[in-house]
């Protein structure tokens, strides 16, 4: 059996460990948090290395991708560093072709081009922020408001490559926690009031998981939200704000959808190699397998309308 490890820098409390079929494979998939701390998940990595076949980082992306250049983050190069032999992986890779299939798989369905979209952060998944950016109504990009606290809305997917371009190659050497919520900070009650004026004029919440929540206002209702990782807890804190639709990019497996890092650990270890795999190769196995967006219909009163997912070779 495959063995497969998130190393998170996320809380322990979204942690997970289960067996899952992956293009007729079993894969042992785990999740371990750590908090925010470091050097722990340093030693974590130390420790399994060579014992795993492929380890994921959570809560911290090694670079972002936009348009073709990539940005690598000093602290996710330090963690990567510590695998001599197990190939580390952290989901963007994988998000650029995963995540442009599913807006593409979705447009006609959810009608993409009448919605107004919020993507509270687009520089760590470029390639649904530029799917969006061709099909829907509007989007206003909200890197710069939800990751620097600076109240400046971007409109097009022109100045979203400018900022990029010029603020990437500081930020990416600052410490990671100063950018996005890591360790317990992920539990914290929702800041509900600073930006909801932003939720309220969306249909369609899209992006990172924890900048939603983190920010998440109260009164949802009707909202679709195209997000990542969620549990079932998550699931019914979007319930009792009213929110309509949550789409996840990535399969649900016993109740929660796995963070786009483990599924890419998953299918790095399954094809043996030592490390990313190409694009092309990506949307292979996602076609070959079968994987497709999980939809759950939020306003059922149980979890009835989310179903777990059986990733097997069509």
Known sequence: MLEVVSVSLGSVSRDTDQVVQILGRDVHVRRVGVGGDLGRARELISELDGKVDAFGLGGIDLYVAVRGRRYYFRQALELARAAKRTPVVCGAGLKDSLERLTVRALEHEFDIASKRVLMVSAVDRFGMADELYQRARSVLFGDLIFALGLPFPIRTIGSLERVAHTLMPVIARVPFKWLYPVGEVQEKAPDTEKFAR???????????????????????????????????????????????????????????????????????????????????????????????????????ATEAGVSDAKIMPT
């Open 198 to 300: 932003y939720y309220a004029e969306a249909d369609v919440i899209a992006g990172d998981w924890h900048f939603i929540r983190r920010y998440a206002p109260k009164d949802m209702a009707g909202k679709v939200l195209l997000t990542n990782t969620t549990t079932p807890a998550d699931l019914e804190f979007l319930r009792q704000r009213g929110v309509r639709t949550l789409i996840t990019t990535t399969p649900r497996f016993n109740g929660r959808s796995i963070g786009t890092n483990l599924l890419e650990a998953s299918l790095v270890a399954i094809e043996g190699a030592p490390g990313e795999l190409t694009s092309e190769r990506y949307a292979e196995l996602i076609s070959t397998a079968g994987i497709e967006p999980a939809v759950a219909d939020l306003t059922a």
